[in-house]
């Protein structure tokens, strides 16, 4: 069965603290992607990236970064957590364009609350 | 900024009815289209995906797209109390980027 982990599923962090969300999926897929999804807005895509080390900027991405050092995990970075970065995010991988349908698989989500 | 809208709703259907939900995109270079459930407090789940003009079926879900008017819809047939849930229209482009409509709300009364 195909399986996105993310490391935690809430948090409750400080306004200027730093947060990792990690995200670790197990299919050998290429693509991986970072959302955010806030009531009314629906998902918006924060950041992807299509093989290790690429990344590239979704519709979001201001204040935010990643790492993808190794195929299977792709982080989220919060450098300095803010009041509006409350929100469920959001970790999906597909497969790479070959064969691709498109599919994302999601993780759980990790909720993140900063006071 | 490429788009995707929905109605967000809530859309109530009578169980048995059929469930008509839409979704409009503006890239048309986008590809493949897709629908996803999400039940309150869970991550969406794949429920069709559409790249060709015109219907697709599976059971009880039909998919149809027309990309002359960019327009993409979800239909379900025969509604369930357990289809309600929250329906999300995505499109992909370039190959994988994958942007969401805000999503839909179905209710399906019993």
């Known amino acids: 069965d195909v399986k996105v982990t993310q490391s935690s599923r809430y948090l409750v962090k400080r306004t200027g603290e730093k947060v990792f969300l990690e995200c670790v999926q197990d299919?050998?897929?290429?693509?991986m992607f970072w959302y955010r999804q806030d009531p009314g807005l629906g998902l918006r895509l924060i950041y992807f990236?299509?093989?290790?080390?690429?990344?590239e900027k979704g519709d979001i991405p201001e204040g935010y970064s990643v790492s993808r050092e190794k195929k299977e995990r792709f982080s989220l970075i919060l450098e300095s957590a803010s009041t509006n970065q409350t929100s469920m995010y959001l970790c999906?991988?597909?497969?790479?364009?070959?064969?691709?349908?498109?599919?994302?698989?999601f993780g759980e989500g990790s909720r993140l609350t900063v006071l | 900024q490429k788009e995707v809208e929905q109605n967000s709703g809530p859309l109530s259907v009578p169980e048995g009815a059929i469930a008509s939900l839409n979704c409009t995109y503006s890239?048309?270079?986008?590809?493949?289209f897709f629908w996803y459930r999400q039940y309150s407090g869970k991550s969406p789940e794949l429920i069709m995906f559409?790249?060709?003009?015109g219907d697709k079926e599976d059971g009880r879900f039909t998919a149809q797209l027309n990309k002359a008017s960019q327009y993409v819809s979800l239909l379900i047939r025969d509604s369930q109390p357990s289809d309600s849930a929250t329906y999300l229209c995505?499109?992909?482009?370039?190959?994988?980027?994958?942007?969401f409509g805000a999503g839909t709300r179905l209710f399906v009364k019993a």
């Open positions: 559409i790249y060709s003009n």
């Open positions: 999906a991988s597909s497969l790479g364009l070959a064969a691709n349908t498109g599919e994302l698989f």
């Open positions: 890239d048309r270079g986008s590809q493949s």
């Open positions: 299919m050998d897929h290429e693509n």
């Open positions: 990236s299509y093989d290790v080390k690429m990344k």
């Open positions: 995505a499109a992909t482009t370039g190959g994988f980027k994958t942007i």
